[in-house]
């Protein structure tokens, strides 16, 4: 079964805060997910692979550790996805970027999908899917589905605010895949929204609405 994993760290926990707070314009929400997008990135990175390589310092010869050529491939989600992208690939600049669009359908809050671009060898990587909301989970199920079925195996998904009806929808569609969170929230209301939740994330990271 899939571990879900939710980040305590104090300077996470305080930039959401802010992320949360409707006083909050589009400029500082940006500025703030790219950077809880890093501190997660650097949490989850925890489990790569290294390998010894031999380098000379200024005083000696000495081995020394790298992370062991493992495959990235970040997978942002249409269209909030997009605003945890770069604050990835600060810490993992080789990574490459894969996009999965879908909305959800206001009256239904089922996913709709209308775009899918991945990597070429998305065999040989491991993935991270990325979107700053997890509500009723169906945004995260059906990116997962749509990497799996071109032969995705190693998944895990991450998201800044979810609701515990969202977690438990992934878990049980995907078994295999962990999931990390900034802040597990209450519930969901009537409209699928995230209570207290942040709002729209898209509308409040490219200012529409
Ligand atoms: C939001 C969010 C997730 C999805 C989560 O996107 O960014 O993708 O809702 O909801 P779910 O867990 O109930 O599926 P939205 O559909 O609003 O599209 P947008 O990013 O294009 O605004
Ligand atoms: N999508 C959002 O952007 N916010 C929510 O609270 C739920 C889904």
Known sequence: MGKVYVFDHPLIQHKLTYIRDVKTGTKEFRELVDEVASLMAFE?????????VEIETPVCKTKSKVIAGKKLGIV??????IGMVDGFLKLMPAAKV????????????QPVEYYVKLPNDVEERDFIVVDPMLATGGSAVEAINSLKKRGAKNIKFMCLIAAPEGVEIVKEAHP????????????????GY??????????????TK
């Open 194 to 207: 995230i209570v207290p939740g942040l709002g729209d994330a898209g509308d409040r990271l490219f200012g």
């Open 176 to 191: 295999d895949v962990d999931i990390y969170i900034a802040a597990l929230d209450e519930k969901l209301n009537d409209h």
């Open 44 to 52: 989850a990175t925890r489990d790569l692979p290294l390998e010894d």
């Open 98 to 109: 894969g996009h999965v669009g879908l909305y959800r359908d206001p009256e239904t809050l």
């Open 76 to 81: 942002p989600i249409l269209r909030a996805g």
